[in-house]
């Protein structure tokens, strides 16, 4: 079994900056895609970023320039690191990991999520 557990959400003013961690746990499993989604009150969910294995990255145009994705691949964790924060990007925040187990694909696990609030 893998659980992904995301930490670092609270309450920022508009223009702030937070991290967010997401670190994966278990044994006998690696992960291929990491990435980072958010639902926001009266909305569906979406993507906001995915990391490959090697680094590649891809980031929805609503953050791109100001959230960026990286991770650490022998801690298997995935950080998100967020600036120029605005009210709208008030939402839930929940990790994503596509995981492989004995080297074969195990599944998609998602995270508990982890409350972002931008707010004056």
């Known amino acids: 079994q893998v659980q992904l557990v995301e930490s670092g959400g609270g309450l920022v003013q508009p223009g702030g900056s937070l991290r967010l961690s997401c670190a994966a746990s278990?044994?006998?499993?690696?992960?291929?895609?990491m990435g980072w989604y958010r639902q926001a009150p009266g909305k569906q969910r979406e993507l906001v970023a995915t990391?490959?294995?090697?680094?590649?990255?891809n980031t929805a145009a609503s953050v791109a320039g100001r959230f960026t994705i990286s991770r650490d691949n022998a801690k298997n964790t995935v950080y998100l690191q967020m600036s120029s924060l605005k009210p709208e990007d008030t939402a839930v925040y929940y990790c994503?990991?596509?995981?492989?187990?004995?080297?074969?694909?195990?599944?998609?696990?998602w995270g508990q999520g982890t409350q972002v609030t931008v707010s004056s």
């Open positions: 278990g044994s006998g499993f690696s992960i291929d895609i």
């Open positions: 994503n990991a596509v995981v492989l187990l004995r080297s074969l694909y195990r599944g998609n696990y």
């Open positions: 990391i490959t294995s090697g680094g590649t990255t």
